[in-house]
């Protein structure tokens, strides 16, 4: 009978033991800083935000490469003119490389923003 006394007594006191260490884990958690939310609009120092100022700038960016664009496309218009009929010399076809890089830079920017 003693025998079972001490393990009862053991059992509770191990039960208490953890329910303690619970708590304490618990405790730690709800201590624990919370980080800032990433979603959160951060300002600049002259009080603009930072979303709306990297958002002009890409659509500066994508103004810019439109023009070259354009005049890319009106390059390889007078290159083929020139051209004629049969013969496509090879600054042609890096003009056409060029207009492609063009345009995938610019889609890259529109699909980020």
């Known amino acids: ?4 006394r001490r393990l009862a007594l053991l059992a509770v006191l191990g039960a208490v033991g953890l329910n303690a260490q619970r708590a ?4 730690q958690r709800e201590s624990l800083p919370i980080p800032p939310n990433p979603d959160a609009d951060r300002k600049l120092p002259n009080g603009k935000s930072m979303k709306d100022e990297i958002a002009r700038h890409d659509h500066e960016l994508a103004l810019k490469d439109a023009d070259e ?6 390059d390889l218009k007078t290159q083929l003119e020139k051209a004629g009929n049969y013969v496509v010399p090879v600054a042609t076809l890096k003009k056409t490389e060029e207009i492609e890089k063009l345009a995938r ?3 890259g920017r529109l699909k980020q923003g």
Request: proline share 0%; no cysteine; net charge positive.
């Open 1 to 4: 009978m003693a025998h079972s």
């Open 24 to 27: 304490d884990q618990q405790d």
């Open 69 to 74: 664009l354009i005049s890319a496309a009106r």
């Open 105 to 107: 830079r610019i889609r």
